[in-house]
């Protein structure tokens, strides 16, 4: 009698706590829909997040004209040393995230808007050649551009397992989660169902 007493009670303990565990779900836009499943840390998730929209935060960003005087120049180096002592000394980021940042704001940037680079399903970016004439310099240059910028963010996912205690693959496997769901005006592999196509969003 107390073993079917135990039985019955760990019976209805499993039943409330699979009630009760939350339904995982990701927002964003209903024609990319991003497979996440239970493996997938949600607080990773939140700090992929967190990362990939600085990241993606200049690809909203119309190229800015360069400095029509040396004044201007100055001033601006003034601002950025400023913002970096009172803002960035609050929190420093890792060399493995300032490299990562560097090359994609420098380089990465506009080969996306252009079309020669996609975010691909590994977590990493892709030359894909998507412009109809492609300028051979400029693929050449894109290509160079896309194996630094894969290796800064080998680097940087290493990093982030080691400090989320999981592991290389979960790190990847949430990264490109994000970079799919955040992608805007520019090709990313994406599943059909069957296979893995290129899609622009």
């Known amino acids: 009698m107390k073993n079917l007493a135990i039985f019955v009670c760990a019976a209805i303990s499993l039943a409330v706590l699979l009630a009760c565990t939350p339904e995982v779900k990701i927002t964003g836009d209903a024609e990319k829909p991003i497979a996440i499943n239970a493996e997938i840390n949600i607080h990773i998730y939140q700090h992929a997040e967190e ?3 600085d990241l993606y935060a200049g690809l909203d960003d119309e190229p800015e004209p360069e400095p029509d005087s040396a004044f201007v120049r100055v001033m601006e180096r003034f601002v950025a040393a400023l ?3 009172s803002c960035e000394a609050a ?3 890792s060399q493995a995230y300032q490299e990562m940042k560097k090359l994609f704001a420098d380089t990465m940037v506009k080969y996306m808007r252009t079309g020669y680079v996609g975010e691909n399903k590994d977590g990493y970016v892709t030359y894909i050649g998507k ?3 492609c300028d ?5 240059a894109a290509q160079e551009a896309v194996k630094k910028l894969n290796a800064a963010r080998k680097a940087f996912y290493e990093e982030e397992a080691k400090s ?3 592991t290389v693959a979960e790190i990847q496997k949430t990264y490109a989660a994000v970079y799919a769901a955040k992608a805007k005006g520019i090709w990313v592999e994406v599943s059909n169902g069957k296979t893995y196509e290129w899609k622009k969003f």
């Not at 051979?136 to 050449?140: D, M």
């Open 51 to 53: 990362v990939v929209d």
């Open 83 to 85: 913002s970096i002592s």
């Open 91 to 93: 929190e420093q980021k």
């Open 131 to 133: 412009p109809d004439k």
């Open 136 to 140: 051979p310099k400029v693929a050449a």
């Open 164 to 166: 989320q205690n999981t």
